[in-house]
């Protein structure tokens, strides 16, 4: 598979602690991105950061948190990305957790599988 051109990256914050009885909901995303064939996900976790709520998560020893802030990102063909948006929307709601969903332009330089 070769995609190049106009894309789109949907990026997905939430907190690492959010679940679905027993599943992660970052992996739940990550796993409907793939039955979708989207062409790939990446699940970042952060060190610090504040959601809605302004409570402050962080990794510091004095400090430890389990709920630091994860993002995920997804770069595809518009119109994939754009009909996944819905099901992360879904994931949420079921989840009954917080979180952002972004989507801005990006340019596919190069995407190939081998």
């Not at 959601?51 to 400090?63: E, P, Q, V």
């Not at 995920?72 to 709601?93: G, L, R, T």
């Amino acid at each position: 598979m070769e995609i190049k051109g106009d894309a789109k990256l949907l990026r997905i914050f939430l907190g690492e602690s959010d679940k679905i009885h027993s599943i992660n909901v970052y992996e739940k995303i990550v796993m409907k991105a793939r039955e979708q064939e989207l062409a790939g996900a990446t699940v970042f976790r952060g060190i610090m950061g504040f959601g809605g709520k302004s409570r402050i998560h962080t990794s510091k020893i004095l400090r430890l948190s389990e709920d630091l802030p994860l993002i995920i990102e997804i770069v595809d063909e518009i119109a994939k990305i754009e009909n996944f948006i819905p099901v992360v929307e879904s994931i949420f709601n079921e989840a009954n957790c917080g979180g952002l969903i972004t989507i801005e332009h990006a340019e596919i330089i190069k995407y190939t599988t081998k």
